[in-house]
């Protein structure tokens, strides 16, 4: 098992494009795992770059001994009358979880959510079989306000259910 981390040991900040080569791998594995993410399980670089780097309004790292050992982004999660809710994605290196990584970078979102002029974060599709991630986010104060039947195609359990989760901010 892991041991938890040390939170100053953590250094999380906003991602340049010369970080990509350090996020790419965490991507790319949270990605085929296909059990938490609804990214391809095959998906290109080029495709998680825009999806990661360009599509968002701000992308994060976060650092241990100068290594990048996850990431997220925040992005305004509707149009127009609804850019002031703000969705986030989350990514921690496989070999790094368990370790508060996850914790460390939703304290930070919630936030740089704040300070980027949000007024609640909402997951749209937090997968029923990812329980630490459901534990987490009930913890950090997000409310489930939904449930989409077989919303999620997991890679090993097919259809699964999935939740929609909120939280206000101000």
Same mark, same amino acid.
């Given at each position: ?43 290109? +670089? ?12 701000? $992308?994060? %790292? @976060?650092? &241990? ?49 704040? +300070? ?12 029923? $079989?990812? %329980? @630490?991630? &459901? ?36």
């Amino acid at each position: 098992m892991n041991s938890r981390l040390n939170p100053r040991a953590l250094e999380i900040r906003r991602a340049e494009d010369a970080d990509w080569p350090d996020i790419w791998p965490i991507v790319r594995a949270v990605a085929k795992s296909a059990d938490s993410f609804p990214y391809a399980p095959d998906i290109s +670089e080029d495709e998680a770059f825009k999806l990661w780097m360009s599509m968002p309004c701000a $992308t994060y %790292i @976060a650092v &241990i001994d100068g290594a990048v050992c996850g990431t997220y982004y925040i992005k305004p999660n509707s149009e127009c009358l609804g850019a002031h809710v703000c969705n986030a994605g989350y990514m921690v290196s496989p070999g790094k979880r368990g370790r508060g990584i996850g914790r460390s970078m939703c304290e930070h979102s919630l936030r740089e959510a704040v +300070e980027l002029g949000f007024r609640a974060m909402q997951f749209n599709l937090v997968v029923e $079989t990812n %329980i @630490a991630s &459901i534990r987490l986010w009930k913890s950090m104060g997000f409310d489930t306000i939904g449930e989409l039947p077989h919303a999620f195609r997991h890679g090993a359990r097919g259809y699964v259910n999935a939740f929609v989760m909120y939280r206000r901010l101000l």
